[in-house]
């Protein structure tokens, strides 16, 4: 989505917000749902409890990354329908569409970082209480 919007070519940006958005539904909402479930089970077989410190914080994070990808996938959507909207008219991508734009780029950061943290605590396995 990035180089799509850093084009600047509305007819570019409704095409890779297209397949963005078919992909965060095809491959990333099977993905969260198999992950929690996966892991639940990996966590269980292991013996490991959900409460222990390094599994709580990852169970408190891998929610926190969904609090802000939900919102995301909407946010593609209304970018994907402006810029379509904006090519099929020959018009250039509106104000709402970077206003979306910025807060969909902003989410990004602390998800990702969630997401790090996560990776961490499941290396590290850190005695967190």
């Known amino acids: 989505m990035l180089l799509a919007h850093l084009q600047k070519d509305a007819a570019v ?25 996966t892991g ?3 966590a269980r077989t292991a013996g490991y409890s959900l409460s222990e410190g390094w599994i ?17 996938v909407w946010m593609q ?28 780029f902003a989410f990004g950061f602390p998800a990702f970082g969630a997401v790090l943290a996560i990776f961490w605590l499941m290396i590290a396995k850190a005695s967190l209480g």
């Open 13 to 37: 940006i409704a095409g890779v917000a297209r397949i963005v958005v078919f992909a965060d539904f095809v491959f990333t909402a099977t993905a969260v749902i198999a992950q929690a479930v």
């Open 77 to 104: 959507i209304r970018m994907r329908d402006l810029a379509r909207d904006a090519a099929l008219k020959g018009e250039t991508l509106p104000k709402r569409y970077h206003q979306t734009f910025r807060l969909w």
């Open 56 to 72: 709580f914080w990852s169970i408190v994070l891998y929610l926190v990354t969904g609090a802000f990808w939900l919102p995301v």
């Open 40 to 42: 639940v089970l990996l």
